[in-house]
């Protein structure tokens, strides 16, 4: 049984028809690669996932429990976080606030501070400026904090989406290398990036979505060879 | 003497208003709308505690609860019934326009059970005055409770907020409603909460209003409603130490207006003062300055 399935959702927004149907799947483990276009409908598929919309029909099964009718809220406590578009940081907050909010769902305190300490570890930077209002942060910074943030709730899967938009090209390279570091401490990873040669560069697998449909899917270090995927994506 | 006797008025009347302030920003710092009922919450509760204290016979101490029960569960209601349905609505005058409704509906329904009548509120508040400076100065016992009961309010709903875990989930919200679901916070089950308090507030208000001012009619909520409002605003809409400022501050510049310049112009002094600090600030006095979202 996959983790995460997705079973031929279809999302609209009013009555413009989003995505059209699609179905893919995640295994424990696996770092799994959604790319695509702008408007192909990447931020459209996560939202639904993790319950901040709702599919007009198909169904989403996480760890085999179908969540597609259970309110986004109690999602996070399943286990499964997500680091949305655009960071969304509390951005009057401190660090430490916005860490905390992330840990919401753990009842339990000695979890959230073994979380804190662990998160500290991953992102030093964190640790720095943890009194600091995260709206004063830089991007990366910012980045690093939506991360960790997911992060508190100990999640066994984690959800990105266009961790590396708008950072200078050594912060992605970091921004990457942490999401290996994630995939190896354990967690498994649903990533999207319109950075196509870096993400399929740490993904297993990956899927590609154009205006609403998967078009194309398969193991990533093929996919960084074939050649419709080199023209549109890869910019080569 | 009299000049300090007019201040501590004041602050006493600007405690009230600091009260229902909190009810005004807090909700519309979380919900992100003017409930404009909210002054007619202060009114019910009033009644409430009028008709449970004076014509039941019951101690101060129930009276007070059931009103604050009261009046919690209204906002409540009238949260759940009239407003949340349009959360997702095109346009925010709609839960303006609705406010107003449930506003008028409230008033209708006073002048319904309670007739049009006024009615002498009975104080509850039996506190000896205080008397200062060689009894040269005295403070009427509801003074003194009003102010220290602002005071203790102000204070633990500020560590409420900043402390607990239900006061973090609010200011998440009051950023990012998306954002503070994706952290597993109950976006409705928070908003409900704030009107709750703020509702809870607004009994208390209610009694400590009636107590100084002892006429109570269906339209008493009105005017101190659109007051606080007004501190609210004065002070930084969405910022609860603001509404502690404006709240004093506009108690203040009322009784002092009515002393020293017209006891008919107080209420012109008052707005007119409030035209003049938006000009100059337009977020009010505390309130900060809209964050762009990066
Ligand atoms: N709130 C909305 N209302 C109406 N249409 C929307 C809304 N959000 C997205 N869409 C439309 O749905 C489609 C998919 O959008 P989505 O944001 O999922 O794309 P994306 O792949 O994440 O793009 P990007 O790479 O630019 O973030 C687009 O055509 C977009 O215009
Ligand atoms: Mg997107």
Redesign the pocket.
Known sequence: MAMLEVKNIEVY??V?R??KGISFEVNQGEVIALI????????????TITGMLSPKSGEVLFEGVDITKIPGHKIVGMGMAHVP?GRRVFAQLSVLENLRLGAYTVKEPTQVEKSLERVYTSFPRLAERKNQMAGTLSGGEQQMLAMGRALMSQPRLICM??PSMGLSPILVDEIFKIITNISSTGTTVLL?E?NAKKALSIADRAYV?E??NIVLEGKASELLNNEDIKKAYLGE | MSFIMYLINGISLGSVYAIIALGYTMVYGIAKMLNFAHGDVIMIGSYISFVTFSQMGLGPVPAVVISIVVCTALGMIIERVAYKPLRKAVSPLAVLITAIGVSYLLQNVALLVFGANPVSYVSMIAVPPLKLAGGELTITGITVITIVLCLVIMGVLMVFIKKTKAGQAMLAVSEDKDAAQLMGVNVNGTIALTFAIGSGLAAIAGILLCSAYPTLTPYTGAMPGIKAFTAAVFGGIGSIPGALVGGILLGVIEILGRAYISSQLSDAIVFAVLIIVLLVKPTGILGKPIFEKV
């Open positions: 927004y009013g413009i989003a995505i695509g276009a702008n408007g192909a409908g990447k931020t459209t598929t996560l939202q578009e989406d266009e999207v319109q979505l205006t609403g």
